[in-house]
């Protein structure tokens, strides 16, 4: 079992960054990828980025949404637990509650389907 708790979330000018963080607990979270996923009002769940873990000695490897390439940067840092979310230029689309997910696994997975655990979530809202 792992546990995820999101922080970091708020209210931010376009333009404007945000950094959220995921924090962890329970099983060892260097054996699990760790996703972010984001959903507004009446859309899907969209995977944001994602960062993969240590058991395919792929350990941080990155992957990103074509819609926050060069904006958004996944980061992992195992003896703290936590994975963070560093967000620039941000953009009233960018508007979402956003979520981090792991699967049971350290594979980064396109689909919330394949993602086992889930936090609660943190509103980003972008407005001026």
């Known amino acids: 079992q792992l546990q995820l708790v999101e922080s970091g979330g708020g209210l931010v000018q376009p333009g404007g960054s945000l950094r959220l963080s995921c924090t962890t607990s329970g099983d060892t979270m260097k054996y699990h990828a760790i996703a972010w996923f984001r959903q507004a009002p009446g859309k899907e769940r969209e995977r944001v980025s994602c960062?993969?873990?240590?058991?395919?000695?792929?350990?941080?490897?990155?992957d990103y949404a074509d819609s926050v390439k060069g904006r958004f940067t996944v980061s992992r840092d195992n003896a703290k637990k936590t994975v963070y979310l560093q967000m620039n230029d941000l953009k009233p689309e960018d508007t979402a509650v956003y979520y981090c997910?792991?699967?049971?696994?350290?594979?980064?997975?396109?689909?919330?389907?394949?993602?086992?655990?889930w936090g609660q979530g943190t509103q980003v809202t972008v407005s001026s």
């Open positions: 997910a792991a699967p049971s696994s350290d594979v980064c997975y396109a689909h919330a389907t394949w993602y086992d655990y």
């Open positions: 960062v993969s873990g240590s058991l395919s000695g792929d350990d941080g490897s990155t």
